[in-house]
């Protein structure tokens, strides 16, 4: 039965004929795996990422699915789809179709979302766009390394969509169109989860900040919260958008550690904090260019003392120390200083800024005890 349903498949699509385009599906790649996954990604700097579309199609009377694809290892949403449905493309593309990919963003970073609270409309609804990819027009396949403006959109997370044009059909995977939808069926504010999505975390060297940067793009909800109260629903959890606490909830989730009992305390619980958190917390002041203790002791970034996934705090201003850089120019100097670079959410979505403009000149400084 397997081998008349390829050679069936095999010679109409050769042919060319009845070919009904059902959907797309994007699959990638990640440095040179067995497998082509359809599913979402969290990849590391560095990682080889390709891109590759699957045209998923009916073929004369076949009750069965089948699959053009340059690859023959294929999980289709979860799905190992057997080798035998799956079909080279030689005579398709040989007959040019058309193919455009786009990349999906929120429509703005920088602007603070609120979740209302009404019954009817409860939650915040995030705009996106699709921004075409021009340079990729055309290809079957492309290295993510290719996107233009690849730097500034990574580390961080971005969505992709791609459309197909053949013989008068056309057929795309999901897009800006597809939102998440809870169970009474009310928006919850940001895209599908089967939409692509793809993140690239940070190269820091402190896994903490690497993950906290791969959630950069995602926008600002001030109150990001969970329609049922769990965790595993929240807003951030789903990649809808979140706040600095549920961002660095995540990022700490994701590297390996759970820091759920602190939930929307970071990065000091309100009760007996030194218990908790076993952490030690300074006062710093600028003096010149660079910061100095209550003592005038000079803060010396490593390790064992303050350094990079450690918290810096003034009022409710809250940031995470990302880069060490000197005052008088873009190199380290292992010592804490205005020009030095730190990660929060100022008006928008995680972004990169200077401590001395952004946090002001007397800071509390946090480290936690047990290191990332």
Same mark, same amino acid.
């Given at each position: ?10 010679? &109409? $699509?050769? @042919?060319?004929?009845?070919?009904? !385009?059902?959907? =797309? ?5 990640? /440095?040179?795996? +067995? ?6 990604? &969290? $990849?590391? @700097?560095?990682?080889?990422?390709? !891109?590759?579309? =699957? ?5 004369? /009377?076949?009750? +069965? ?28 593309? +040989? ?278």
């Amino acid at each position: 039965m397997r081998l008349k349903l390829t050679l069936v498949f095999c010679l &109409i $699509v050769n @042919a060319l004929a009845q070919i009904d !385009l059902q959907r =797309v599906h994007i699959v990638t790649n990640i /440095n040179q795996a +067995s497998y082509e996954r359809s599913s979402n990604q &969290i $990849v590391a @700097a560095g990682d080889v990422v390709r !891109l590759a579309l =699957v045209v998923e199609a009916r073929v004369a /009377n076949l009750y +069965s699915s089948l699959y053009l694809s340059p690859y023959r290892n294929l999980v289709i949403e979860g799905d190992t789809i057997e080798i035998e449905r799956v079909a080279t493309w030689r005579t398709f593309t +040989s007959n040019e179709p058309v193919i455009r990919w786009y990349l999906i963003l929120p429509g703005k970073l920088d602007t603070v979302y609120y979740n209302q609270g009404n019954p009817l409309a409860p939650w915040a609804v995030i705009p996106y766009r699709e921004i075409p990819i021009t340079s990729w027009n055309d290809q079957w396949e492309v290295l993510l390394s290719s996107l233009p403006e690849y730097d500034s959109y990574f580390p961080g997370t971005v969505w992709l969509k791609v459309a197909v044009a053949f013989k008068g059909q056309y057929c795309e995977s999901r897009g800006i169109e597809s939102h998440y939808k809870l169970p009474d069926g009310k928006d919850y504010g940001g895209l599908s989860p089967q939409i692509m999505r793809l993140t690239v975390k940070g190269h820091t060297g402190n896994e903490f900040v690497n993950c906290l940067m791969g959630l950069r793009n995602l926008p600002c909800i001030a109150n990001a919260n969970s329609w049922n109260g769990y965790w595993v629903d929240h807003q951030t959890k789903c990649w809808i958008g979140g706040n600095f606490h549920s961002f660095c909830q995540l990022a700490g989730e994701m590297a390996g550690r759970s820091l759920l009992k602190y939930f929307n305390q970071f990065p000091l619980p309100a009760l007996n904090a030194y218990q908790l958190t076993n952490y030690w917390g300074k006062m710093a002041y600028i003096n010149g260019d660079e910061y100095l203790l209550d003592n005038k002791q000079e803060i010396f970034l490593s390790a064992n003392t303050f350094g990079i996934g450690d918290f810096i705090v003034k009022g409710q201003n809250q940031a995470i120390f990302y880069q060490d850089l000197s005052s008088l120019g873009n190199f380290p100097n292992q010592k804490l200083d205005g020009n030095d670079l730190v990660l929060g959410c100022w008006n928008g979505a995680l972004s990169i800024a200077p401590l001395l403009p952004t946090m002001g000149d007397s800071l509390v400084l946090i480290k936690w005890q047990k290191r990332w």
